[in-house]
């Protein structure tokens, strides 16, 4: 029995899964970088733990390896054109930051200031599997704020829910 699974077949069922849009950023002695990504989910609360996956033929996986520290911007259907930028559209890393504005953390990372939630974290684990790398963090600070709404991503557009549907707990 064939149980195997093509990488378009993958892919389109993927993308019909909805998922938080996500600009992901380092900034320390290796440089600064940046891009954007839906695959960050936590790992566990103790300690505070998080993960996001980046495609390991990305010109920044250096950078973001060797400072060892990264910082997920959690976007708002406002960032819609920054999310484009960090995915890509622009290369220039100075002119992606250049379009939005930026607070300046304890560790040297930088936040998008008007971002959902902002999660600071050091590079614990760096693990390639396939063709993305894993980057596991600790998180050391957390930004947020009380207001707006996710921008989401299915089925290959950005997307956003008006209004909160509940909770399943937590």
């Given at each position: ?119 600071d974290c050091n590079l614990i684990e760096a ?27 299915f089925d290959r557009n950005y997307v956003h ?10």
């Amino acid at each position: 029995m064939d149980t195997s699974v093509s990488k378009t077949e993958f892919r389109n069922a993927m993308a019909r899964v909805c998922a938080p849009v996500n600009v992901i950023t380092t900034n320390g002695p290796h440089g600064r970088g940046g891009f954007t990504a839906t695959a960050m989910c936590s790992v566990t609360d103790e300690p505070p733990t998080l993960l996001v996956c980046m495609n390991s033929r990305s010109a920044q996986t250096g950078i973001f390896v060797e400072n060892r520290r990264f910082c997920v911007n959690v976007l708002t259907p406002e960032h819609k054109d920054l999310a484009s930028c960090f995915a890509g559209q622009q290369s220039d890393m100075d002119a992606r930051y250049a379009t939005a504005d930026w607070v300046n953390l304890s560790s040297g990372n930088q936040a998008l200031a008007d971002s959902m939630v902002s999660f600071d974290c050091n590079l614990i684990e760096a693990r390639l599997v396939g063709t993305h790398n894993i980057l596991i963090g600790e998180v050391v600070e957390i930004r947020s704020r009380r207001d707006g709404h996710a921008l989401l991503y299915f089925d290959r557009n950005y997307v956003h829910v008006p209004t909160q549907s509940g909770s399943f707990g937590g």
